[in-house]
């Protein structure tokens, strides 16, 4: 039974040995991790044919809408807006602020990129924000590390608080105090993360300096007001209302810094020159005008527009796909969902900056021919999370844990939920998956039901930014396809330096309250 529950961790260690080791494309790698977790279930856990094969059919439906679909859709609205000349229009506004590479990364790896979390989640936090740093002169690999890290944290509460609205539902859970609890567990990462993000994309230490004081602004202005909002309102505006403060205060310091002279490593230099497309006077307000309308329509058609949200959300069909005995349904929403959204704001602001029907068509075929190893890696990755969740080799591998841990148990919930999201690259999922295991564990050693709750999440943050589904999306976001193995590289030193932090944290803390 142990080298049974051992084996479970076979597929993730094969991801890792291939991504990490190996150095191969992602979408070879998880298709054999594919492999493996299919031969696996039907040998020694014995699962039907018939039930790990429309379990992987489950797995690739759920990737193609809406994940594949809000990432092409995501990436498509940045494509078209390089075409148009709409980007350099931008490229200037953002130098406009600040030539400073440092201050760039916080206004839009960690406040614009948290924003898009908190309304649509779904890669577009990482996608998005990483082709713009891009487009503003930051090397690729760069420009994708401190998106990634900057979106572990804001994901408990990502597509307006979806993952935490879940765990509360899985759990039982008052999702008020869940919520708070959360940020609380969190409180540290989310005030350091803007100095890690500075370090990380600036070459060290030193990078800080003259910038300190914009990074502690940066963190704590998000944090603040999501503690107050989780505690007050729940856990559906949390990092929407966080993100948008740190955005207004980081802004308005930065304009205050504007006469400061910029150290020259860290000068992102004069805007560009106009291309042939901007140069014909393309207004700022056209040129934003996608990004605005993904804004607007993600708000009035998200829960916090009831009305709208209900008549919508009508527009869905429920299947069963999946004949495992444990599957439940799965459900697709047609119209409301960020993919369909946000191609809808890209045609309106193509339309309006004056792209024809050619241009969107050439490009929407370019991005998805630039998506197509993207495609087969994230279907992969999920037909390989819904086969391990059906057999029992999920339940298993956390099990394990629990049963070797016993009262140490606090410590490594964190690692458990880390390795739930490095499957599934969702926190979402492992919130399904795991959080009851967490509140079942909480309860057979004394602990705090609500405090390893909220470790899932945290845990669950750290794995989704080294997951394949993850680093494949921000890899096609910068023209990096293919080359995953550089990001998984570049991400996971950081990425483990949290998650043992994120134990500390989770283990200290609750050893603590239950000595009190």
């Known amino acids: 039974m142990l080298l049974k529950s051992l084996l479970t961790l076979l597929p993730i260690a094969w991801l890792i040995v291939a991504l990490a080791g190996l150095k191969l494309p992602g979408h070879k790698a998880c298709l054999a991790a594919l492999a493996i977790a299919a031969v696996l279930a039907l040998t020694l856990w014995r699962m039907p044919a018939v039930d790990c094969a429309t379990s992987a059919l489950e797995g690739f439906a759920a990737a193609l809408w809406p994940i594949i679909l809000v990432i092409i859709a995501a990436i498509y609205t940045y ?20 030539r400073d ?10 406040c614009f990129g948290g924003f898009l979390e908190g309304m649509a989640g779904f890669g577009t936090a990482i996608a998005i924000p990483a082709s713009m740093l891009v487009v503003m002169g930051m090397e690729p690999v760069t420009a994708c590390l401190v998106c990634m890290l900057a979106n572990a944290f804001p994901t408990a509460f990502g597509s307006v608080g979806i993952p935490t609205v879940t765990l509360a539902g899985v759990t039982g859970l008052d999702p008020m105090p869940l919520a708070f609890t959360t940020v609380v567990q969190m409180l540290p990462f989310m005030l350091l993360m803007p100095f890690l993000m500075v370090i990380v994309g600036c070459g060290g230490v030193k990078a800080l300096s003259g910038v300190t004081g914009l990074a502690l602004a940066a963190g704590a202005s998000f944090v603040l007001p999501q503690l107050l909002v989780a505690r007050f309102l729940g856990p559906e505006l949390a990092v929407i209302v966080g993100s948008v403060f740190s955005l207004a205060v980081t802004l308005a310091l930065a304009r205050l810094r504007a006469g400061r002279p910029v150290p020259a490593e860290y000068d992102m230099g004069s805007p560009a020159q106009p291309s042939a497309a901007s140069d014909k006077g393309m207004p700022p307000l056209i040129a934003c005008l996608p990004f605005i309308l993904i804004f607007v329509l993600l708000l009035l058609t998200s829960k916090l527009a009831p009305p709208v949200n209900g008549f919508l959300s009508a527009f869905s069909s429920t299947f069963k796909i999946s004949t495992a005995e444990s599957a439940g349904m799965t459900s697709f929403s047609w119209v409301n969902t960020p993919g369909v959204l946000i191609f809808l704001a890209a045609l309106i602001g193509g339309c309006a900056q004056k792209a024809g029907a050619r241009l969107m068509w050439d490009t929407l075929a370019a991005t998805v021919r630039q998506m197509s190893k993207t495609i087969i890696t994230i279907m992969s990755v999920l037909a390989v999370a819904k086969i391990m969740t059906y057999s029992g080799m999920i339940s298993d591998m956390a099990n394990l844990f629990v049963t070797i841990t016993g009262a140490c148990y ?38 705090s039901q609500l405090w390893l709750a909220a470790a899932n999440s945290t845990g ?5 930014i080294l997951s394949p589904q993850c ?7 910068v023209g990096l396809t293919g080359q995953d193995s550089k990001l998984l590289e570049a991400v996971l030193k950081w990425a483990l330096l949290m998650l043992v932090l994120a134990c500390l944290i989770v283990g200290l803390l609750q050893g603590a309250a239950a000595a009190l």
């Open 79 to 98: 494509n078209l807006s390089v075409r148009t000349g709409a980007m350099d229009v931008i490229k200037r506004m953002l130098a406009g602020v600040s």
């Open 101 to 110: 590479e440092r201050v760039i990364i916080l206004l839009i790896g960690w």
């Open 410 to 447: 606090p410590f490594f919930a964190p690692v458990i939920a880390a390795i739930g999201a490095f499957v599934t690259g969702s926190g979402t999922n492992t919130e399904v998956l795991l959080g009851r295991l967490q509140t079942e564990a909480a309860g057979a050693i004394g602990a």
């Open 460 to 464: 669950a943050g750290i794995g989704k």
């Open 471 to 477: 680093i494949a999306t921000a890899a096609a976001a």
